[in-house]
């Protein structure tokens, strides 16, 4: 009962958090006037409590001092792994001038703000040998299907990006937040009904990339 409130109270930071970030985006966009626009892409590996390891490929797109990206996963050519992820920064370096829109081209180093959201799916074996999953008394192994999970994680974090030359730059970045995990390999009888394994847990994240802005 304490985890769920815990959670829940965690949860509905989170909910608040979000919403502050991007009721403030949407005004600091509305009393801005021209803001500097940058393409680019990158790659990232990341780490979690969860998952030991996994790397995805970006597309990103900024405006003034915000940064939106989608990715997906390396392995989504690959049957048991499919990965689909969403990142919202938001840069936290001084303006060089107080009179020109924020201009990310300015900073070589700089620090930012990040939302992210991650839907994956995988075979078991990604899992850390460490992470205990907390078991009912009617969870039973599943023989027939392929021992897979689903999860649905949010985070929120700090990073950091520096620019080595031109418009390439390393960046790294940690955080904390929720996975909602269903276990496939795993099977718990509800009013009975045999239903995959979920659990929500409490994550941390760690994430390494490159990024080139045209």
């Known amino acids: 009962m304490r985890n769920r409130r815990k959670i829940s109270g965690i949860a509905g930071t989170l909910v608040l958090f ?8 949407i005004s600091y966009s509305q009393n801005s006037g021209f803001e500097n626009e940058i393409y680019g ?15 995805f490929v970006e597309g990103n797109y900024t405006l003034g001092r915000q940064t939106f990206e989608i990715g997906i996963s390396t392995g989504s050519y690959i049957a ?17 001038n107080p ?22 799916t995988s075979s078991a074996k990604h899992l850390r040998k460490d992470f205990k999953v907390v078991e009912s008394d009617f969870v039973i192994n599943n023989p ?4 897979t999970i689903n999860t649905i994680e949010h985070y929120l974090g700090v990073g950091m ?8 730059a390393v960046e790294a970045m ?16 509800i009013e009975d009904k045999l239903l995959s394994q979920a659990n ?15």
């Open 18 to 25: 979000i919403g502050i970030v991007f009721n403030s985006s």
């Open 41 to 55: 892409m990158g790659f990232s590996f990341q780490s979690s409590r969860l998952i030991d390891s996994r790397m």
């Open 80 to 96: 048991d792994e499919q990965g689909f992820l969403f990142k919202h920064k938001i840069f936290l370096n001084k303006k060089m």
């Open 99 to 120: 009179k020109e829109s924020f201009n990310l081209n300015n900073h070589r180093f700089k620090t930012f703000a990040v939302y992210k959201f991650i839907m994956f």
């Open 144 to 147: 027939v299907s392929t021992p």
């Open 161 to 168: 990006e520096f620019t080595l030359f031109n418009n390439l």
């Open 174 to 189: 940690g955080g904390a937040g929720i996975n909602f995990v269903r276990n496939n390999s795993n099977l718990q009888i």
């Open 200 to 214: 929500t847990d409490l994550s941390w994240d760690l994430t390494f990339g490159i990024n080139y802005r045209f």
